[in-house]
């Protein structure tokens, strides 16, 4: 079984739709991160967490919010989908010692 | 990115054949990480590299990182079809637990 895993895979929604996207790990990790992929950009840094009591803004947090249920789960939430986030989401975790980031397989999401 | 810069954005190889990408940084490296990206599925972790001259190997992949000139560079010898897909580098710029990351070259191995 994949140590880090997101839900849902793939999801088409509608302009203003609230949608959220879950990430789960059994990694034991403490550190949780969600990125944003596009085409020519890389991935940039959404939230992160460095435990269930401390949340982050990255460098591209508006329009985003994000909750950390348990050390194992992080969710990621688009309050009012708009067209220009369409993208490929990442969520990631790294252990307590290490800098080292292990990403889940991804969430392609589509805003029509 | 645009601490971070990846070249080339593109490559084909035969199959067979050597590659270089280069990952270039403006700002201070404290820690260098490659992954792999197959089109449309998560990164996958190939190494990490932290300090300067330090050279790394996983099968026919090689990373270097030379510390002075704030770059890395990943070599892949005897290039196969199994090589293919997306390099991304991370770099920890910042001396905290955050990655940047570079935009990718994304390799096609021909047979």
């Known amino acids: 079984d994949a140590d880090v895993t997101q839900t849902p895979r793939n999801r088409i929604t509608k302009t203003g739709k609230r949608i959220m996207l879950e990430c789960s790990q059994t990694k034991g990790h403490d550190r949780m991160y969600w990125y944003r992929q596009d085409p020519g950009l890389g991935l940039r840094l959404i939230y992160y967490?460095?435990?269930?009591?401390?949340?982050n803004k990255g460098e591209i947090s508006d329009g985003y919010s994000v909750s950390r249920q348990a050390q194992a789960k992080f969710s990621l939430s688009l309050e009012s989908a708009i067209p220009n986030q369409t993208a490929l989401y990442f969520c990631a975790t790294s252990a307590g010692g290490s800098k080292t980031q292990y990403f889940g397989p991804g969430t392609r999401l589509l805003v029509l | 990115s645009q601490e971070l810069e990846q070249s080339p954005q593109s490559l084909i190889v035969q199959e067979g054949k050597n590659l270089t990408i280069n990952c270039t940084s403006s700002k201070t490296l404290y820690g260098l990480y490659w992954y792999k990206q197959k089109y449309g599925e998560g990164l996958i972790f190939l190494m990490m590299l932290q300090k300067g001259g330090e050279e790394k190997s996983h099968e026919k992949i090689t990373a270097k990182l030379d510390e002075k000139k704030q770059q890395s560079s990943l070599h892949i010898t005897a290039s196969q079809p199994s090589h293919a897909g997306i390099y991304l580098c991370g770099a920890d710029i910042a001396n905290d637990y955050k990655l940047s990351f570079g935009a990718g070259t994304t390799v096609t191995v021909r047979a």
């Open positions: 967490s460095f435990d269930v009591k401390d949340i």
